[in-house]
């Protein structure tokens, strides 16, 4: 079993930044698919960035690319979204997710590919 938990979030002005964090516990997380989801009031979740366990190499949705930068620290067993630019279309409750079955070359775009998710951070970003 892994336990994911985040922290980091709060609120912030337009144009502000937030380094969200996700701690592992229970597994290491070295080879595990990471990912980033969002889920706004009355909106279904969706995905907002994966990482590769394999190079940390990381993908972005189109709404997040170029502001967003994920990242790891195997080391830490933790995972990190640094999120510069923010706007008020990014408010939502933030989660992390990890697979444990992972192929090397593989990002993760979609809920089901998950097996963990933490209890989510909560992002406001006033308009």
């Known amino acids: 079993q892994v336990q994911l938990v985040e922290s980091g979030g709060g609120l912030v002005q337009a144009g502000g930044s937030l380094r969200l964090s996700c701690a592992a516990s229970g597994r290491t997380l070295s080879r595990y698919a990471m990912g980033w989801f969002r889920q706004a009031p009355g909106k279904e979740r969706e995905f907002v960035a994966a990482i590769r366990w394999s190079d940390g190499n990381a993908y972005y949705a189109d709404s997040v690319k170029g502001r967003f930068t994920f990242s790891r620290d195997n080391a830490k067993n933790t995972v990190y979204l640094q999120m510069n630019g923010l706007k008020p279309e990014d408010t939502a409750v933030y989660y992390c997710?990890?697979?444990?079955?992972?192929?090397?070359?593989?990002?993760?775009?979609?809920?089901?590919?998950?097996?963990?998710w933490g209890q989510g951070t909560q992002v406001t970003v006033p308009s």
């Open positions: 997710a990890a697979r444990s079955s992972a192929h090397s070359t593989f990002w993760y775009a979609r809920r089901d590919d998950y097996d963990y």
